[in-house]
């Protein structure tokens, strides 16, 4: 299973941003997905996670009503689409799997994407 993310970059406060997570698989076992970010000098951080079936989705509070998580299955990608960015959602941004319930908790994560770096200016 590899997960790929794309569309960081860097803007100005205020702005929106939509992150994509492509996960690829021979066969495509049934995955929650989360969101992770992780700023300069600080550990993993919980943004948000969305099961497999789409029947959930659950954030952290800084982030919540900004922030939203959906999939489509059929192109086997996940979305973190972020509105209202504030200069503290600066971070690189990480998509993880996991074939068990989502969690808070990065180490229960088997499969990461590689990280896009997101920006976000004064």
């Known amino acids: 299973v590899t997960l790929v993310e794309s569309g960081g970059g860097v803007v100005p406060a205020g702005t929106s941003l939509t992150l994509s997570c492509t996960i690829s698989?021979?066969?495509?076992?049934?995955?929650?997905v989360g969101w992770f970010r992780q700023a300069p000098g600080e550990e993993h951080e919980f943004v948000g996670a969305i099961t497999w079936n789409v029947a959930r989705t659950d954030y952290r509070y800084s982030v919540n009503g900004r922030f939203t998580i959906s999939r489509d299955n059929a192109v086997k990608t996940a979305f973190l689409h972020m509105n209202n960015l504030k200069p503290e959602d600066t971070a690189v941004y990480y998509c993880?799997?996991?074939?068990?319930?989502?969690?808070?908790?990065?180490?229960?994560?088997?499969?990461w994407g590689q990280g896009t770096q997101v920006t976000v200016s004064p």
């Open positions: 698989a021979l066969t495509l076992p049934l995955l929650d």
């Open positions: 993880a799997a996991t074939k068990d319930n989502w969690s808070k908790y990065p180490g229960r994560y088997e499969y």
